[in-house]
């Protein structure tokens, strides 16, 4: 049992998000990280992963080699800051748009509209730097990084778990755990396959029509053309 747990302790430790060496505390320094963050940002939109280096992030931030060290111990330390403000977008931004977006939908019209989100947010970091979008995929969950859950369960249970809820009230206790855990885990593990395997299928329509039809199934219903 000991040894199970310092594994899953190890495989954690390997995906973390890698981090800044400390964090600004003064205006001047946070205007400086700033900085940083929107030139990785623009490098990484209009220049492409292979352009980004500490001496081009130096040269477009306009921040000191020595400066950037003295915050990030590596890029990818600033990739990491940048793609948590790309989730704080999403998470003020785009998620409230999806919730007033999908009240009062029929259960499969809201599934796709929730699954059509998840796919552009990942999408969107993919396109960024796919390379580290994959390997820290399980570390860029927006709803567990951001949101005020201590763990999976507690996240499937209360995001998931009351969608499951009210949509499908018949199902019972175990087969409602379920239902909430694939949609809000199995499904994003899909995309994250596909993105990694054939990146071209995820932005298909056919690819969102299987998704869903999964995405029903889990809930004990027949996908409808």
């Given at each position: 049992m000991a040894n199970r747990k310092s594994i899953r302790e190890d495989e954690k430790a390997k995906a973390a998000l890698p981090a800044p060496r400390k964090l600004p505390?003064?205006?001047?320094?946070?205007?400086?990280?700033?900085?940083?963050?929107?030139?990785?940002?623009?490098?990484?939109?209009?220049?492409g992963a292979d352009a980004l280096t500490v001496n081009r992030l130096a040269e477009v931030s306009g921040v000191a080699v020595g400066s950037i060290y003295q915050y990030f111990p590596n890029k990818d330390a600033v990739v990491s800051l940048a793609f948590d403000h790309i989730l704080h977008e999403e998470a003020t931004v785009h998620i409230p748009a999806l919730r007033e977006r999908v009240v009062g939908l029929p259960l499969a019209a809201a599934l796709r509209e929730i699954l059509a989100n998840?796919?552009?947010?990942?999408?969107?970091?993919?396109?960024?730097?796919?390379?580290?979008?994959?390997?820290?995929?399980?570390?860029?969950?927006?709803?567990?990084r951001l949101g005020p859950y201590q763990n999976t369960s507690e996240y499937v249970d209360e995001a998931w778990g009351a969608f499951v809820r009210l949509y499908v009230p018949a199902l019972d206790s175990a087969?409602?755990?379920m239902a909430a855990y694939m949609l809000g885990m199995a499904m994003r593990a899909t995309i994250r396959v596909a993105l990694e395997d054939a990146p071209e299928r995820?932005?298909?329509?056919?690819?969102?029509?299987c998704l869903q039809g999964m995405a029903l199934g889990a809930l004990g219903f027949a996908a409808t053309p």
């Open positions: 505390s003064q205006s001047r320094s946070r205007s400086l990280v700033a900085a940083l963050v929107e030139a990785c940002l623009q490098i990484l939109e209009k220049e998840m796919i552009r947010q990942e999408l969107r970091l993919q396109r960024l730097n796919r390379e580290f979008h994959l390997k820290y995929h399980p570390e860029l969950q927006v709803g567990l087969h409602s755990d995820v932005s298909q329509s056919a690819f969102l029509d």
